[in-house]
């Protein structure tokens, strides 16, 4: 499996660029504030959320996993930093601490497969019930609002004044570009590919699959909480509500973004222009009044069709291989 950083424009990223100024052009149509700097900033905005959780969600699902408890993992946390700050504690003590459950969880995560041998969508639907359940329970299922001043502006805040780049987007571009560096260049990378690739091959090789299993239930989990902390600080309230879709989102925007759903192929740059296509859809849909009811249809039918697509991607890949070993004979 290829795991170099290939600056140059891959096919698949020529399509997503493609369907990208497709959704642009369609939604503009529709209406003609969709393609303004303003609103662009904001689907920027809007994508770190996916974009969080989906750096952790691509190396999971690279190894061959996933995990539907995402979405859940930041609604907690937002709960959690919420009620902290309107208690008196400081918000990067609060932060640090969801992010440490958040890891805890992820962990309970990776034992559940790695250990009890669960299914990994089994296992991630069951603690995404529980840690929905704790989100709920902890604020009686009402938002938190969020008085912090200095919690809010930093979730809050702009690079270059009032119509500069959120500083959350541009933690976001740096955390793709550690991701993208890791996967492609370092030896964690190159298990990931391993594993994904050919499970007992990389167990002959002496890699570690539970460890590297359990790393990456840790940072999905750490991810989705840092998503789900700037989402409480942006909203001014921590909301058990709000993220229920924000694993739906990521998976979708990694599979659109080239990552196999049975592992072993990915990059993180597509993944990028994944999330910012599967965003776009989301606000033009918004934008267009579609009904929240249609929106789910129309997201489902998006993830439909990111799902059809890998399935041929894998049998092209499946009919090269068989190709190449019949050449080897």
Known sequence: ???KLNLKISGNALVLIVALIIVVVLFSVVNKNFFTYTNMINVLVASTLIGLTAIGITFLMMIGGTDLSAGAVAAFAGVFVAIGLNMGYNWVLLTLIALALAATMGLINGLLVTKLKLVPFIATLVSQSIWKGFAYLMCDGKPVTVNDKGFTTFCKMRVGGANGIPLSVIITIIC???FAYILA???FGRKIFAIGGNPEAARLAGIDSQKVTLL???MTSVFAAFAGVILAGRMNSGNPN????????????ANLGGVSMVGGVGSIPTVALGVILVQAFNSGL????????WQYVARGMLLLGSLTIDFF?????????????MKNL
């Open 185 to 187: 260049k370092t030896r």
């Open 1 to 3: 499996m290829k795991n």
């Open 286 to 293: 918004n934008m267009a009044a579609v009904s929240p009811y």
């Open 242 to 253: 709000s993220n229920a879709n924000i694993h739906f989102d990521a998976i979708t925007a």
């Open 216 to 218: 990456c239930y840790i």
């Open 176 to 178: 793709f570009a550690i």
């Open 313 to 325: 991607r894998q049998r092209n890949r499946e009919k090269r291989l068989l190709e190449d070993s």
